[in-house]
């Protein structure tokens, strides 16, 4: 009997809730399986314990995280912490502290679910942003707080390093599905170093990888492309900020924000992957029951696929899409299902299937 001991850290929000749901049905795969288990631990770490005790990670936290298989993550984010506390405080603390430098989002318009975009259907890509640097490298400062001469500076930091790495990795994705197409997108036009870089760097590693397809896009056009003509693009590579966004408009076109899952790999497995689904903690449907948990599903999939459970990974995909075909949906998709009423739907498919 295998056993995957996974570190589980709901965080705020309607992190709680999606991360219950995910939770059991994981279980529900487990026991379907019979051959592997989970030991989940669960971690409080979360807003509300900052406002109790000034810390979201204690002391030797990344430590005792670091002994797991991997982390199930729910969201950050409190209406009584600055977004920047929380998200440095925790997430970024995480993604950082284990070098988990791949952060994969794939978006696809799951059966039954409609997208307000026509040609939505066509949609297949897996966003591949760069987690470790780049505009989110915390880098800068601000002078003459309060002043009215007051600069605040927020600098991106390339590293060669850094850039190789993450589209070696986009090129290896790329070349592992069926067309085998990879989009650069930059913006080395307006800012001329560590974006050239990024560009130079991708066309270097292209020479190991003749059969992929490449193209370039800047990420202003890339937007329009990703709109008018979904069906050219399969996995895109871009950076930190960049992804950020383009993944966000890439959830909201195959359907809503909260079906979309990702993962932050540590590729070289020398710290534990982290898995969430791509929304926040939700302020306003918080607490009511009603969050999808849809994404936090197909998020244990991709830990699942992770782990090297890949058929308990093909049966939980298969059963979200009986799911969202059947039209048990919830609010964020028109219907009106509770998140317990999905959540019981998709173990019970689970277990008879
Ligand atoms: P959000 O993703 O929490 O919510 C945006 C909108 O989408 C809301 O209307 C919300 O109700 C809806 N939505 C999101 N997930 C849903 C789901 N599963 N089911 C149904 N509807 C869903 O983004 P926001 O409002 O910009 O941010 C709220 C808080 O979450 C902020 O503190 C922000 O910093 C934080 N945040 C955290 C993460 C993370 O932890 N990875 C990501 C984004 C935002
Ligand atoms: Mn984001």
Redesign the pocket.
């Known amino acids: 009997m295998r056993s995957h001991r996974v570190a589980v850290i709901p ?5 709680l809730e ?1 991360i219950e749901a995910g939770k059991k049905v994981l279980e529900a795969l487990a026991q379907k399986s019979g051959d592997f288990t989970f030991q989940f631990e669960d971690f409080d770490w979360s807003s509300q314990r900052y406002l109790e005790k000034g810390e979201y990670i204690p002391e030797g936290g990344l430590e005792k995280l670091a002994k797991f298989d991997a982390i199930y ?7 009584d912490v600055p ?1 920047h506390v ?2 440095w405080e925790l ?1 970024l603390a995480i993604c950082q502290g284990f070098d988990q430098y791949a952060n994969v989002r794939p978006a696809r318009v799951l059966p039954g679910v409609n997208s307000r975009l026509k040609g939505a259907e066509e949609i297949d890509w897996v966003i591949v942003r760069e987690n470790s640097e780049g505009e989110y490298s915390g880098n800068g400062g601000r002078v003459h707080q309060g002043h009215a001469e007051e600069v605040g500076t927020e600098v991106s930091v390339f590293t060669r390093k850094g850039i190789e790495r993450i589209h070696r990795f986009a090129f290896e994705l790329a070349q592992s599905r069926p067309c085998k197409k990879l989009t650069l997108v930059t913006k080395s036009n307006a800012q001329r170093h560590g974006m050239v870089l990024w560009d130079e760097v991708f066309f270097e590693v292209a020479k190991e990888f003749p059969d992929v397809d490449i193209d370039r896009e800047l990420v202003d056009a890339v937007t329009t492309r990703m709109v008018l003509k979904p069906e050219t693009m399969d996995v895109i590579v871009a950076t930190n900020l960049h992804a950020d966004i383009l993944s966000d408009l890439a959830a909201a076109l195959s359907g ?3 079906i979309a899952p ?1 993962a932050n790999l540590n590729p070289e497995k020398t710290f534990p992957s982290m898995f ?10 918080a607490g009511k029951g ?7 599903f197909w998020t244990a999939a991709m830990l699942l696929d992770h782990l090297g459970e890949t058929t308990a990974s093909e049966r939980l995909m298969a059963a979200i899409e009986r799911l969202t075909a059947s039209g048990l949906q ?3 998709l028109g219907g009106s299902a509770t998140t317990r009423d999905v959540t019981q739907a998709i173990c019970s498919d689970i277990e008879q299937q």
């Open positions: 965080g705020d929000g309607i992190g999606v993550f729910g969201a950050v984010g409190s209406q977004d929380s998200l997430r809503s924000l909260g990702t969430e689904p791509i929304h926040g903690s939700a302020f306003d449907i009603i969050a999808n948990p849809v994404g936090s919830t609010k964020d």
